[in-house]
Nanobody, 126 residues
């Protein structure tokens, strides 16, 4: 069974940084693509990016490209979402999710994912 657990959320000032973690199992990292999503109140779930061992590099949505970075650390079986230059509009619940195979254009669509973490709240406010 695939298990995903996010952590690292919290309150941060505009312009600040935060690093989220998605802890999982080694087999999950080997078989599944890991996507990051967020959902703000009253808004649709938004795909932020994806990482997979079958892709040379992570993929990023235009809305976060250049500000967010996705990394994978096999030593801890963890995928990270590093967020910089945070804005109030980045306030949301952030989720990681697993989808079998590699990242592709459909990896920004939350309906393609089979397994989800519980989410972690990020609030950007002064």
């Amino acid at each position: 069974q695939v298990q995903l657990e996010e952590s690292g959320g919290g309150l941060v000032q505009p312009g600040g940084s935060l690093k989220l973690s998605c802890a999982t199992q080694r087999v999950t990292l080997d078989v599944y693509a890991i996507g990051w999503f967020r959902q703000a109140p009253g808004k649709n779930r938004e795909g932020l990016g994806c990482i997979s061992r079958f892709n040379d590099n992570p993929m990023y949505a235009n809305s976060v490209k250049g500000r967010f970075t996705i990394q994978r650390e096999y030593a801890n079986n963890t995928v990270y979402l590093e967020m910089n230059s945070l804005k109030p509009d980045d306030t949301a619940v952030y989720y990681c999710a697993a989808e079998a195979g590699k990242c592709y254009s459909g990896s920004y669509d939350w309906t393609n994912y089979d397994y989800w973490g519980q989410g972690t709240q990020v609030t950007v406010s002064s």
